[in-house]
């Protein structure tokens, strides 16, 4: 789920029974606390998209016992991705404007190991990691008491990727920075 609002906010949430984060380092390896029903499919249980950063630890020269540490990477910043606009950002996740709504998802806050092949994480309550085919997303809006579903979206398969390069906003700056830089440490002195 993306919920967009209230403001600027938006943030991504995964179901209990999909979250990898609460079924491997909750169920299976006990370094977070997840209650056992919130991982029952349909169960209605939804968390903050979050990574492990740190495990539990035992600090070797206090003793102290440290929990482990999660990182919300499920924050979903608004703003325009265009490159061509000056307050555009490459981190910009959705914008709202003239009837549009703009997204950009990440492939993982989707659940995807693989979208060149659109293979699925699927974690087992025991923490086992593996991958299914997925034919669609389901694309359910919800909005003012609106409750529209969609057909979702599919894509073409590829092993090929495309590229072009392109000089992101900054780079100016950081040009003269480096060369500022430069001519100080390699001036005679």
Do not use: C, M
Request: net charge negative; hydrophobic share 40%; charged share 25%.
């Amino acid at each position: 789920v993306l919920r967009l609002g209230p403001g600027d906010e938006g943030q991504f949430f995964v179901a209990g029974h999909a979250d990898p984060l609460r079924r491997v380092y909750g169920s299976a390896l006990g370094f977070v606390d997840v209650e056992a029903a919130d991982l029952a499919e349909g169960a209605g249980s939804w968390a903050e998209l979050r990574l492990i950063t740190n495990r539990p630890l035992v600090h070797p020269v206090t003793g102290e016992e440290r929990p482990a540490e999660l990182w919300n990477v499920g924050r979903a910043r608004r703003g325009t991705a265009d490159p061509r606009d000056p307050d555009g950002s490459s981190l910009a996740i959705w914008q709202v404007g003239d009837g549009v709504v703009e997204l950009r998802l990440p492939y993982a806050a989707l659940g995807f190991a693989d979208p060149s092949s659109r293979q699925g994480v699927v974690v087992d309550l025991d923490g086992v990691v593996t991958t299914q085919d997925v034919d669609r997303v389901g694309i359910r809006l919800v909005a003012d008491g609106l409750d529209l579903v969609t057909d979702g979206y599919s894509w073409d398969t590829w092993n090929r990727v495309s590229w072009h390069e392109r000089p992101k906003s900054g780079i100016d700056q950081l040009t003269a920075a480096l060369q500022t830089t430069l001519r100080a440490h390699l001036e005679p002195r």
